[in-house]
């Protein structure tokens, strides 16, 4: 393919990124296409191609391989955009999908307007890493699951039942549950299940260890009962800079956790969340929030909002209430980490005249307690 050159304007690129092949298109500062083709997704073949071409704006879609090869294409002097694939409706709702039409659209959005791409910004290569630890200590944990569900229900079968307990518990309490016949079936799958244990159990010792060596700010975020090491660094990794955000409302759009719009007229209906942002992040608030509105939830604002929430007696009120405390535990706990202040949990509570009296002589800060609403 003969070097082209930019002749008065911006270039712009769009990659489809594949597994092992990628496809792109390359429009001069018309419009026009200068150059298409397909290139292998490495590392080598990529800097080959687009260390030969000149300064552009190059339109990637967010994925697998697209923190890596931003990376790369970024070090080659291009001006990288992530695109948002949820976001592509001309992408993935088109009648005539291919992957060298697709990297077409790519940089023909670019060309025109970078925001209709709805640009994502990736996490670092460390914090890429240390998220990874606790990537891979999740998938651990789900395997575990899997295989205790799998014994139970096996066991189910012969009419054995295994007693509630820890799931670090389970493989020693299920063994005497076992009948002879099933424990040739039986007994590698909890010999499976305790090395599991072990195996996370030095997870969580790395996890302890990142969060009180490498990063302190979660120190703020564990103040939160219901709040252990995993999220709150979970929390930091996904986010990596609380500047990011204007305010820390933000935040609950960003993971997804506020309801989607479809506003037409008069009509307004109260739609589900929209899943945005991470999945992981957003699951482990969820359990936060299980765990601040259960029985052993301690007794805060934000425990007291939420039960509010969910006395209103309309249908599935219940999990909306989750939802909701972990929508504004997701903004509490940006507030602890720009503010590094102490965490009362019971801010709003009721007070006495004396404790009145002597708060107005403090000067107030910023509150971190979010209104209702």
């Not at 010792?205 to 252990?228: C, N």
């Not at 590094?340 to 801010?347: F, K, N």
Request: glycine share 6%; proline share 3%; aromatic share 6%.
């Amino acid at each position: 393919m003969a070097e082209n050159t930019n002749v008065g304007g911006v270039l712009t690129i769009g990659v489809d990124l594949g597994d092992e092949w990628s496809r792109f298109c390359r429009l001069d500062e018309r419009g026009d296409v200068m150059e298409e083709g397909r290139v292998k997704t490495t590392e080598a073949r990529l800097k080959e191609l687009f260390g030969r071409f000149t300064k552009s704006v190059v339109a990637i879609e967010t994925g697998t391989h697209s923190p890596w090869v931003e990376r790369v294409v970024s070090g080659c002097g291009h001006e990288v955009i992530v695109a948002n694939p949820r976001r592509l409706r001309l992408i993935y709702q088109s009648t005539n999908k291919t992957d060298r039409l697709d990297a077409e659209a790519l940089a023909r959005l670019a060309r025109m307007d970078r925001k209709l791409l709805y640009p994502i910004q990736h996490r670092g290569e460390e914090a890429q890493a240390d998220l990874s630890v606790l990537r891979a200590r999740g998938a651990l944990v789900e395997a575990r699951t899997k295989l205790v569900n799998a014994v139970r229900g096996m066991l189910k079968s012969f009419g054995k039942r295994v007693k509630k307990c820890s799931t670090e518990n389970f493989a020693e309490h299920a063994t005497d549950a076992v009948p002879e016949p099933m424990k040739a079936a039986i007994n590698p799958l909890l010999e499976t299940i305790t090395v599991l244990n072990q195996k996370i159990a030095a997870y969580d010792t790395t996890v302890d260890t990142l969060a009180q060596e490498k990063y302190p700010e979660t120190k703020a975020l564990r103040q939160i009962t219901g709040v252990g090491a995993v999220t709150s660094l979970t929390y930091v990794l996904t986010l990596e800079d609380p500047s990011r955000f204007r305010n820390s409302r933000s935040v609950g759009a960003f993971l997804g956790l506020t309801s989607r719009r479809s506003q037409s007229s008069g009509d307004d209906p109260e739609l589900r969340i929209t899943k945005a942002g991470d999945v992981k992040l957003r699951s482990l608030l969820v359990q936060s929030a299980q765990y601040i509105l259960g029985p052993f939830g301690p007794d805060t604002d934000l425990r007291r909002w939420g039960l509010k929430l969910a006395e209103r007696g309309a249908k599935n009120q219940k999990k909306r209430a989750v939802v909701a405390v972990a929508r504004k535990l997701a903004v509490l706990l940006h507030r602890l980490w720009v503010t590094l202040e102490d965490y009362e949990p019971l801010r709003n509570a009721p007070r006495t005249a004396d404790t009145q009296t002597a708060d107005t002589t403090k000067q107030k800060s910023e509150t971190y307690v979010l209104k209702e609403g």
